[in-house]
């Protein structure tokens, strides 16, 4: 990148690693610099939470309204109802309206932490749903006003959309007019919010340019897109993707403990680049850091996992997380905050099978993954090897807590309730 900017934005965002591509670097930079611009990133309730492949843009957002400017949350209240085609294989399942707010009421939680909503102030974030505008709209009308402004041929040319094609796969009517939805959202934005800056990741541009154009068409505005890029790790897996399954933002639906965990297993060709994004470490640090070799690394990946939890989860839970941890790795012990499997007095009967409660605890996918691990000799019982995967657990061995463990890194606590 060699465009050196005026504003402190978009100098954080290419310092700091943050930025694939903008449709016009000066023009934004002058925007930027002239006064506060207002921008937003579109979320999709498809879930109740989001993950840590969504993180990178929540902190494109906070440093937006650290350097000065007016950030909005756009929740996709009526987009859900579509689902967004881009780069998939398949359609999105379509959720009813009810599963959609009760997604959006839980996923407000998380931004809370990152973001000030105060409607006082000029930089205060909004969070909007675009059901608001999209659930009224006359579909007549929608195609006489908006849907002439698109070519079919162009959007055929979009990569999200060709990819599916490419393949042969279906693409339904419905998810080909998410583009359109897409770029109305940027259009009502703007002409509601003076909204001048859309967000999102590298697989968005087709959807961004299409609001920029329609928004300068109807409106005659000057707006702008930017995109980051979709990070992958060192090893070459997609960001925010364990064995265990997607690394949720919300506690209850992955602990901060387990969330602490997976920056702290941060391969050690990450670790610089991800203070940088998920940080707010200065660059030099995170690259003193990032530079660690050797023993000295495992530090920089602890302060990495301590400050993006911090962030997520508040520092309480942070320290605690690494309390748990040196408990668990330095002293061999159970920790207080481990991941806990409960069982019934029925659940357990006259017994359960190890391989059981490795798979129900989380450290195994299946009972043949587990019973691999065993064989491999990856599976610890209170810090002993565990060689028998016919081992059956019963109220006895459960009078105290046990703990299993996957590997030197990954633990759980079984225990009976009551």
């Known amino acids: 990148m060699t465009y050196h900017p005026k504003s402190d934005f978009l100098r954080v965002m290419i310092e700091r690693g943050f930025l694939a591509d903008c449709t016009d670097y000066q023009g934004l930079d002058e925007a930027l610099s002239e006064g506060v611009v207002t921008a937003y990133i579109g979320y999709?309730?498809?879930?109740?939470?989001?993950?840590?492949?969504?993180?990178?843009?929540?902190?494109?957002l906070r440093w937006?309204?650290?350097?000065?400017?007016?950030?909005?949350?756009?929740m996709?209240?009526?987009?859900?109802?579509?689902?967004?085609?881009?780069?998939r294989s398949d359609e999105r399942p379509l959720l009813s309206a009810a599963d959609i707010d009760a997604n959006i009421a839980s996923m407000k939680l998380v931004f809370d932490k990152y973001?000030?909503?105060?409607?006082?102030?000029?930089?205060?974030?909004?969070?909007?749903?675009?059901?608001?505008?999209?659930?009224?709209?006359?579909?007549?009308?929608?195609?006489?006003?908006?849907?002439?402004?698109?070519?079919v041929n162009r959007m055929l040319s979009f990569e999200s959309v060709k990819s599916r094609l490419d393949r042969e796969q279906s693409l339904s009517f419905l998810e080909f007019n998410y583009m359109i939805l897409q770029a109305y959202d940027f259009l009502e934005l703007n002409r509601r919010y003076g909204c001048r800056l859309q967000m999102g990741g590298?697989?968005?541009?087709?959807?961004?340019?299409?609001?920029?154009?329609?928004?300068r068409r109807i409106l005659d505005a000057e707006v702008f897109g930017l995109t980051s890029p979709l990070l992958t790790t060192s090893?070459?897996?997609?960001?925010?993707?364990?064995?265990?399954?997607?690394?949720?933002?919300?506690?209850?639906?992955?602990?901060?403990?387990?969330?602490?965990?997976?920056?702290?297993?941060?391969?050690?060709?990450?670790?610089?680049?991800?203070?940088?994004?998920y940080t707010e470490l200065p660059v030099e640090e995170c690259e003193r850091l990032g530079a660690l070799e050797g023993s000295e690394i495992n530090d920089a990946k602890i302060r990495l996992a301590n400050e993006v939890t911090t962030l997520c989860h508040g520092a309480d839970?942070?320290?605690?997380?690494?309390?748990?941890?040196?408990?668990?790795?330095?002293?061999?012990?159970?920790?207080?905050?481990?991941?806990?499997l409960d069982l019934s007095a029925a659940e357990l009967g006259e017994g359960i099978s190890v391989v059981q409660l490795i798979t129900r605890s989380g450290l195994a996918k299946s009972g043949k993954e587990a019973k691999r691990l065993i064989a491999e000799g990856g599976a610890r019982l209170n810090d002993e090897p565990l060689t028998d995967a016919g081992l059956m657990v019963d109220a006895d061995m459960l009078a105290d807590p046990i703990k299993l463990s996957a590997g030197k890194k990954r633990h759980a606590l079984v225990r009976m309730q009551g």
């Open 44 to 60: 999709d309730a498809t879930a109740k939470s989001l993950h840590v492949g969504h993180l990178l843009n929540i902190m494109m």
């Open 64 to 74: 937006l309204q650290k350097t000065g400017h007016r950030p909005i949350t756009l």
């Open 76 to 87: 996709g209240g009526g987009t859900t109802k579509v689902g967004d085609p881009s780069f």
């Open 115 to 151: 973001l000030s909503y105060d409607d006082s102030a000029p930089t205060g974030a909004l969070m909007l749903n675009n059901a608001e505008w999209l659930d009224g709209l006359n579909y007549l009308e929608f195609l006489r006003d908006i849907g002439r402004h698109f070519s």
């Open 202 to 215: 590298s697989d968005q541009w087709g959807n961004i340019v299409n609001g920029i154009d329609l928004t």
């Open 235 to 277: 090893d070459g897996r997609k960001m925010g993707k364990s064995q265990g399954g997607a690394i949720w933002l919300n506690a209850e639906m992955l602990s901060p403990y387990e969330f602490w965990q997976f920056w702290r297993n941060t391969t050690d060709a990450d670790v610089g680049r991800f203070l940088k994004l």
């Open 317 to 340: 839970a942070a320290a605690a997380a690494e309390a748990t941890a040196r408990e668990v790795f330095e002293k061999g012990g159970a920790g207080d905050d481990l991941p806990t």
